[in-house]
């Protein structure tokens, strides 16, 4: 028996909720891809074989991802063509695995500590026989699956989103399941789909069955867990990953002037410009040939490549991607796709007035973000004129159009032109009396 699972990458699912921003596995935190990041990750744990369930509009994209990686993980690339749940993915990952022995499940918008995995495989090689279920504990109310667990952390079922009042523990289900038997997963899986139930919790109603039969154990975990599931997620991702940065870098063709100012953990690509009386002031990371102006200001953020902080600007704990294009405006709380144009005087509000939670509509849903800050979230090659100003939750579409002087309080779909009705008066000396 292999003391490494095959490693099943779950990036199937559709991105429907992290409009008006792309497919959430392809987002770059850095120079990399999350998934491409995610493989480097366990590779260096040791794992040797993957399976990654993608979808039809991203599969062609993963392939290409990957391609090159052949030579230190062995990468098998399937397609789950709707998102019909967890145990459907899985059973696509299956087919691909004939003779496989232990699986070790995971999904790729889950982004945790390097630990985790690793005590998940050393208890994993301990005991090749048991499967482990990792489990985080939260003593405020998550909206998850919760492990019935005993005094010796062995696992009695699974209950999804029980209310305050009803959880069997505090332990929260992440997905990082190893399975000791592939085989009989997938089996009681197939048996579920047989039962032809109204609902698409297949691979949860199998482990069900399956801890009658066999032991399930949880594997604690008390580090820092992100889940990319809405757009204003993308803010948590990149917090985690700013965090990796640790002192200065500055790559050799990267120019910053002796009189702008590096503060704290910053990494500075190949080609970036810092020009005079500029701060980068950590964590905070900017990408290859981006330029960040006169007296401009990022803070806590990830300014992807060729994107130009113009004179004055503020950047302020956001995630700009590639090739947005900013002067003399405000960035706050905010995410940018790639080829945002956010012209002079711009400013996203990111505070309510009376400073409550920010709510951003998802789905024809009204939802509590959870952040008591959040700007705009803006997709890609949106274009707002100068003197724009979106209050705290709004979201534009790609290819968006929003005329000068225009204040934004509700979303805007893509490829929409919003301009604000001017009626213009010219007053004469005559018509004014003088």
Not at 109 to 121: P, S
Not at 400 to 406: D, F, K, M, S, W
Request: glycine share 10%.
């Amino acid at each position: 028996m292999s003391q490494t699972p095959v490693l099943i990458i779950l990036a199937g699912g559709a991105s429907s909720r992290m409009w008006p921003l792309r497919e959430k596995s392809l987002l770059r935190f850095g120079d990399e891809p999350l998934l491409l990041s995610q493989l480097r990750t366990y590779e260096s744990l040791g794992f040797h074989q993957a399976v990654i369930v993608g979808n039809p509009h991203n599969v062609d994209d993963i392939r290409g991802l990957v391609a090159g990686l052949h030579d230190r993980i062995q990468v098998q690339v399937v397609v789950q063509p709707e998102p019909t749940g967890m145990g459907d993915a899985v059973l696509r990952a299956a087919a691909v695995l004939p003779d496989a022995g232990a699986i070790y499940i995971t999904q790729v918008h889950d982004v945790v500590e390097l630990r985790l995995h690793a005590d998940m495989l050393k208890m994993y090689r301990s005991n090749p026989h048991t499967t482990y279920l990792a489990g985080v504990e939260m003593q405020d109310y998550f909206p998850g699956g919760y492990l019935i667990i005993d005094d010796t952390g062995m696992i009695g079922g699974i209950v999804e989103k029980p209310g305050a009042d009803k959880r069997p523990s505090n332990y929260v289900n992440i997905v990082a399941h190893i399975h000791a038997d592939a085989g009989q997963l997938f089996a009681a899986i197939r048996a579920e789909y047989e039962r032809n139930l109204p609902s698409d919790d297949h691979y949860e109603r199998a482990m069900d069955v399956l801890m009658k039969q066999r032991p399930y154990r949880m594997v604690p975990y008390a580090g820092r867990w992100d889940a990319l599931k809405f757009p204003w997620h993308t803010l948590d991702i990149m917090e985690a990953f700013l965090r990796r940065i640790t002192g200065q870098t500055i790559a050799p063709s990267a120019y910053v002037a002796p009189t702008a100012s590096l503060v704290g953990d910053v990494f500075i690509s190949e080609g970036a410009k810092i020009f005079p009386g500029a701060a980068v002031v950590g964590p905070a990371y900017i990408g290859k040939n981006t330029i960040v102006g006169n007296n401009a200001l990022v803070r806590h953020s990830m300014v992807l490549d060729r994107c130009n902080v113009g004179f004055t600007s503020e950047i302020a704990r956001s995630y700009v991607a590639d090739g947005c294009q900013m002067h003399a405006c405000r960035v706050l709380d905010s995410v940018f796709a790639p080829n945002v144009n956010f012209s002079a005087g711009c400013t996203t509000a990111n505070l309510r007035i009376d400073k409550g939670p920010v709510n951003s509509t998802v789905k024809g849903s009204r939802l509590n973000t959870g952040r008591d800050k959040l700007g705009a979230i803006i997709g890609q090659d949106a274009f707002l004129g100068v003197d724009v100003m979106t209050m705290p939750g709004v979201k534009i579409g790609e290819r968006a159009q929003v005329g000068p002087g225009t204040h934004v309080h509700k979303d805007i779909q893509d490829g929409v032109r919003v301009y604000v009705k001017q009626e213009l008066l010219i007053v004469t000396d005559k018509d004014s009396g003088d």
